[in-house]
């Protein structure tokens, strides 16, 4: 069973309008959590990380929220532009001595119209 | 320079041919990895070296040899591959494989088709 759940698994949206993304996790004991964009065919860019001991962090438009204790965590997107049109992967780390090893979930794939 | 390049960007290969895949980053990580994503499939790990050295191969096919020759290449050498392994290949880098923050760089990937 994939210890990392996202949700929903695709949705459209209107340029210049806001979405939130999911993202629940199982994965214990818990290190870290990372928001990526991937463009089609292209490499996972970093839009977030965040500890345990962090609530929000923000970047440009994007802003992730987590919750440690109920293992969840958002991405809001706010104002989207058509370039915001990708996949975005929640990527959970266990302990530091995960030996490499993130769990990522399978993306929510966003298309924003104009 | 926080680039991981990838080379070639698109690969087309037969069954029977021998090709690698290159991997390069000059950030001074000493953690880098080959993942294989399928279409609208996450990441899935394949090898990750740290200080130049195999530390995990998640069971992957002997058709697929990784090699470290320094700390900033990572090779993927390619032979004898099924038309299934049809995938993009990506690679990415951080500063160690273990450590409370490691930001994971990727390269852009290789598209991989096996005819």
């Known amino acids: 069973k994939n210890q990392v759940e996202q949700s929903p698994q695709s949705l459209i949206i209107l340029e210049g309008k806001n979405c939130t993304l999911q993202?629940?996790?199982?994965?214990?004991?818990?290190?870290?959590l990372r928001w990526y964009k991937q463009d089609t065919g292209r490499g996972p860019v970093s839009l977030t990380i965040?500890?345990?001991?962090?609530n929000t962090k923000s970047n440009g438009r994007y802003t992730a929220t987590l919750d440690a204790d109920t293992k969840q965590s958002s991405l809001h997107i706010t104002a989207s532009q058509l370039s915001d049109s990708a996949s975005y992967i929640c990527?959970?780390?266990?302990?530091?001595?995960?030996?490499?090893?993130?769990?990522f979930g399978a993306g929510t794939q966003v298309v924003v119209t104009p | 320079d926080t680039e991981v390049t990838q080379t070639p960007k698109h690969l087309v290969m037969g069954m029977t041919n021998k090709k690698s895949l290159k991997c390069e980053q000059h950030?001074?990580?000493?953690?880098m990895y080959w993942y294989k994503q399928k279409a609208k499939k996450p990441p899935e790990l394949m090898f990750v070296?740290?200080?130049?050295?195999?530390?995990i191969n998640e069971s992957v096919p002997s058709r697929f040899s990784p090699e470290c020759p320094n700390s900033s290449l990572l090779n993927l050498h390619l032979h004898a591959l099924q038309p299934e392994d049809s995938a993009l290949y990506l690679c990415?880098?951080?500063?160690?494989?273990?450590?409370?923050?490691?930001?994971?760089?990727f390269g852009s990937g290789t598209q991989l088709s096996v005819l």
């Open positions: 965040m500890t345990f001991s962090e």
């Open positions: 950030m001074g990580h000493r953690a």
């Open positions: 990527v959970v780390s266990a302990s530091p001595d995960s030996w490499g090893k993130f769990q």
């Open positions: 993202c629940n996790y199982t994965v214990s004991p818990f290190s870290n």
């Open positions: 990415a880098s951080s500063r160690t494989d273990r450590g409370l923050i490691e930001k994971l760089f």
């Open positions: 070296y740290s200080y130049e050295k195999l530390s």
